[in-house]
């Protein structure tokens, strides 16, 4: 369902797009990987630098996928407590854990963009095959953690407003 809200719209496009960015640096990733151990493998010398790029990649496409995955509902989830208790309670314990998502996001951001921001005004740096300052690097948490922590609420909201929407089974 498209919401009617542009601004509704714009953000449910907005973290599409992430995942489609995240599938495609999981597809470069295959192919960089695959590159170098062919090349390790035909010409004796790989690529140095992939496995760390990897690293980063990995890291950064996990980021951008996460709140589309939380948003489909695609996410593992244990739901033992969940499948076993009266509709009602279930509910109860659902609603808890999409509050508890949301405010542990909230602190992960907050301490996060605190530790970025103190990288840029210290102008840190991260030494391995690539140098870089090291708030690129951290930029990432507080990126990522600000949109978990919105489709949090979101599912915490849609589910305390429309409780039909509360089932057994795939929870949070």
Known sequence: MTPKNPIAR??????????????????????????DVFMRNVMGSGMPWVIEAMEYAMYVATVFAAPWVLREGSHVSVDVLTSVLPARFGRYVVLLASLLGTVICLIVFYYSATATIRAFERSSMVYKSF??????????VPFGMAFMTIEFFLLFWSRLVHPSTVQTGNQV
């Open 10 to 35: 714009a953000y449910n496009g907005f973290i599409t797009c992430l995942a489609v960015i995240s599938g495609f640096i999981f597809g470069l990733m295959a192919f960089f990987i695959g590159a």
């Open 131 to 140: 140098t870089i300052p090291e708030w690129w690097v951290n930029f990432f």
